[in-house]
């Protein structure tokens, strides 16, 4: 999700927009029927209630960059979250609790914290959103996920029309899920990270990473060094926002990994022997992670494939990009198309990572 603050500024309280893509990572996406930017927490429940009372359902945007959106738009109101603001609520033996506005950027946040000599989020660098939405997906990149450091979330309960702090049980959290995930529930407010006081990562965890920044698995560097590698690598496969390259028009990576059972592993393998062994990762309770990519590519998808306007990305085979001139319909065939041969070749179902609004795959 993109900082909206890159886009014109809406200026009415609740303007009718006239297309939702200029709100998004991808650039597709319909009207909605009413977009109202709100800057302060307490607006932002104010209109939650107010749509509650009237029966409407309320699209939350900030960044979108983990939305994908379908070409009639989102019919109802859409509150477009820009609320700011970064406090260091304790430091003490434990470290620093650093509590943080849904609306803030999230690359900003990342770069702050680390200003301020604390580590944590390093290898969360260059990730295009808003800090309110990283729990939401249980954010994760290069052996960081937000939910190791998170410490509790600020929400807004729609049912119970209260305000909350939910605890890190409580936020379930999962691999790219959480219970705020598909949950209408929920309006996150405010993110609490507990981070270590130092100028040292914590431990390198992923092995690209760790042979980029030449140290093996396990060890600690600068934090700095780590945030300056994260962005080349993430640059290197069209994964950081640039104006000038068309394959940072995606959502990031469009299909989460799968995890498979032992059996369901064993399947796998047996239809391999013409495709080499894939890379794996063991997973919680026997299971195994594949990465969709490798599937992708061994089920005959290129980097750069696609049509009509839309296509994989030419840096990382996971990212489907907007070429110009498309719509969320010839997106959605693409993926279509790609999950199908990769359920035929290997009898794995791929399942999209962005949240699908008004559309299907």
């Known amino acids: ?34 977009l109202t930017p709100v800057s302060e927490t307490d607006e932002a429940v104010a209109m939650m209630r107010v749509a509650a009372r009237r029966g409407d359902r309320v699209l939350v945007l900030a960044g979108g960059s983990n939305v994908v959106i379908g070409d009639e738009g989102f019919p109802g109101p859409v509150l477009l979250l820009q609320t700011r603001g970064v406090e260091v609520i304790e430091r003490d033996s434990r470290g620093a609790l650093v509590r943080v506005a849904a609306g803030e950027p999230w690359d900003e946040f990342v770069a702050r914290t680390l200003a301020e000599g604390f580590s944590g989020l390093e290898a969360l660098s260059g990730i295009p959103g808003s800090a309110g939405a990283t729990p939401i997906q249980n954010v994760g990149a290069y052996g960081q996920e937000v939910a190791q450091t998170i410490e509790a979330v600020r929400v807004y309960d729609r049912i119970d029309d209260e305000i ?79 104006p000038e390259d068309p394959d940072t028009r995606s959502v990031g990576s469009f299909f989460t990994n799968p995890v498979l059972s032992a059996q369901e592993w064993a399947a796998v393998q047996d239809r391999l022997a013409d495709a080499g062994e894939p890379p794996s990762w063991p997973a919680p309770n026997g299971t195994v992670k594949v990465p969709a990519a490798w599937l992708i590519e061994k089920a005959g998808f290129a ?20 070429r110009g001139g498309a719509t969320t319909a010839a997106l959605l065939d693409l993926a279509r198309e790609i999950r199908d041969g990769v359920r035929d070749r290997f009898g794995v179902v791929l399942h999209p990572e962005p949240v699908l609004v008004n559309c299907s795959l």
Request: charged content about 25%; glycine content about 8%.
């Open 1 to 34: 999700m993109p900082d909206v603050s890159a886009h014109p500024p809406a200026t009415a309280s609740a303007a009718h927009a006239s297309s939702l893509g200029a709100y998004t990572t991808l650039r597709l996406g319909g009207p909605a029927g009413t």
């Open 164 to 242: 909350r702090v939910l605890s890190l049980p409580e936020c379930r959290f999962a691999y790219r899920s959480s219970v705020f995930k598909h949950n209408d529930r929920w309006l996150v407010l405010e993110v609490d990270f507990r981070l270590a006081v130092s100028a040292e990562s914590a431990p390198i965890r992923y092995a690209e990473l760790a042979r980029h920044l030449g140290v093996e698995a396990g060890e600690r560097v600068p934090a700095e060094r780590v945030r300056d590698t994260v962005l080349k690598l993430r640059a290197s496969k069209g994964m950081v926002l640039d």
């Open 303 to 322: 980097k750069g494939y696609g049509r009509g306007g839309v296509a994989i990305s030419s840096k990382h085979t996971l990212a489907l990009t907007h």
